[in-house]
């Protein structure tokens, strides 16, 4: 026989070779591929601020926008007030006799 | 079985995908691993170092070679580095080749004995000869890409190898004689 055929045997014998590992093993792997992964939650929070930033920026212009037409009605108003004290007077002469 | 479509589901990071990947080849890489060390402790030590590069390194998987091949390649020099980098190991991997004459036989004895026996025979050998027998009988390496790997020259991987072949071999025939011996006793 070759020198061949020994390792031959050797090799044949060796790949029915089979041991079963202890479940510290799958673990200590898992472990490490979790670490390794980025995290989902991490990135929600760039889209939630934005939302956060738009729906304040919204806020603070509607504010603003409402404080505007406040301050144009109470113009108005003032308005309004002075051009029917006019009014009621001279309908009062009219009245009398 | 489908190694594409698993490799493809655990690069997406499917846990069952990648569990499935583990436990398809854990029982044959532990045994490689076991081949390469001098206890289970330290064998599931480098399984499982091996299989974190297993996973780490698969999008480098490029279908060129048979996938059990390319992570037995992850485990084997997995069990070298940590036999380089681990001080109980370090002064028994000795690769000093005193001579340029290294031993010879043409024996050619009979292995009757289980794979688990014949593992614990090779593990009895010194690290540096268990090492390349290993690598050169088992795994198929050429001297040349031993000597690479170990960072030695492929004539002492040779002679190391000859050296661990034929003390192997001493061992075998006298484990056949002793086998022999024991069925004659036995009436």
Known sequence: ?97 | MNYQKLIKDCLNGRPDAQRQLYEHFAEGMLAVCYRYTKSMTDAEDVLQEGFIKVFKNLHQYKSEGEFGGWVRRIMVNTALNFLKQNSRYQSDLSFLDNSSMHPVTNDDPEMRMNAKDLAEMIRQLPTGYQTIFNMHAVEGYTHVEIGKLLGINEGTSRSQYSRARTLLITWLKKHSEESKKENYVRP
Not at chain 1, 3 to 27: I, N
Not at chain 1, 35 to 46: A, E, F, N, Q, T
Not at chain 1, 52 to 64: E, F, K, M, R, W
Request: glycine share 8%; aromatic share 8%; hydrophobic share 35%.
């Open chain 1, 1 to 97: 026989m070759s020198d061949h055929d020994f390792e031959k045997r050797v090799k044949l014998k060796m790949d029915e070779l089979r041991f079963r590992p202890s479940d510290a093993v799958w673990q200590g792997v898992e472990r490490e591929l979790r670490k390794d992964k980025p995290s989902r939650r991490g990135w929600l929070w760039i889209p939630a601020a934005l939302l956060l930033l738009c729906a304040g920026g919204y806020y603070a212009v509607q504010q603003s926008g409402d404080r505007q037409h406040d301050a144009a009605s109470a113009t108005a108003l003032n308005n309004s007030s002075a051009d029917g004290s006019k009014n009621s007077g001279a309908v009062a002469e009219n009245r009398s006799p």
